[in-house]
T-cell receptor, first 115, second 115 residues
Framework: AQSVTQPDIHITVSEGASLELRCNYS??????LFWYVQSPGQGLQLLLK??????LVQGIKGFEAEFKRSQSSFNLRKPSVHWSDAAEYFCAVVVYGGSQGNLIFGKGTKLSVKP | DAGVIQSPRHEVTEMGQEVTLRCKPI?????LFWYRQTMMRGLELLIY????????DSGMPEDRFSAKMPNASFSTLKIQPSEPRDSAVYFC?????????????FGPGTRLTVL
């Protein structure tokens, strides 16, 4: 069955440090992959997405992610974390059934930022 | 654009009561999704609509849950009777039909507490 795994439930980094959030997917066909961010009390906002082409994709707020087919991974990175990046991050894959795909989400990784 | 609007933002009710959650999608979006978020199960798709028609309701947990979309600008998710295990954050999301791959725009969510 299709699934998304985010192995880290909670990560704490210092402000200014680099960040990498891990995501592994299980899907038989070419995946369409997303990273969403959820700030406390808010809905989800799309950070970036991968459909095809360049495996390194750039998103909003200085985030990037790299698709590695051989590792079934789509890890999210940021070179220098800001305190405002503290939030929960969700990786998702589109699963196609019929004419419209459905998003399957990972359980999320909560990011805390130390001053 | 105002984005996806959900009401109420918070709902506290007693077990056995009927609960109705409301959603107004972004104008022009043909797809509408209802999700439930809990600590244990993460973010789960409950049901989605295309052009006001329910397409996939396989995620609806049981007959106590029902969803309607009487027109393109309004949808409801009803729980009758409510139970404490229904306590969760319920998100509505919408997506435009001309996007080949889902970019879903999420509302702020309704936090439901059933006592």
């Amino acid at each position: 069955a299709q699934s998304v795994t985010q192995p880290d439930i909670h990560i704490t980094v210092s402000e200014g440090a680099s960040l990498e959030l891990r995501c592994n997917y299980s899907y038989g066909a070419t995946p369409y992959l997303f990273w969403y961010v959820q700030s406390p009390g808010q809905g989800l906002q799309l950070l970036l997405k991968y459909f095809s082409g360049d495996t390194l994709v750039q998103g909003i707020k200085g985030f990037e992610a790299e698709f590695k087919r051989s590792q079934s991974s789509f890890n999210l990175r940021k070179p220098s974390v800001h305190w405002s990046d503290a939030a929960e991050y969700f990786c998702a894959v589109v699963v196609y059934g019929g004419s419209q795909g459905n998003l399957i989400f990972g359980k999320g990784t909560k990011l805390s930022v130390k001053p | 654009d105002a984005g996806v609007i959900q009401s109420p933002r918070h709902e506290v009710t007693e077990m056995g009561q009927e609960v109705t959650l409301r959603c107004k999608p972004i104008s022009g979006h043909d797809y509408l999704f209802w999700y439930r978020q809990t600590m244990m199960r993460g973010l789960e798709l409950l049901i989605y609509f295309n052009n006001n028609v329910p397409i996939d309701d396989s995620g609806m947990p049981e007959d106590r849950f029902s969803a309607k979309m009487p027109n393109a600008s309004f949808s409801t998710l009803k729980i009758q009777p409510s139970e404490p295990r229904d306590s969760a954050v319920y998100f509505c999301a919408s997506s435009p039909s001309d996007r080949a791959y889902n970019e879903q725009f999420f509302g702020p969510g309704t936090r439901l507490t059933v006592l």
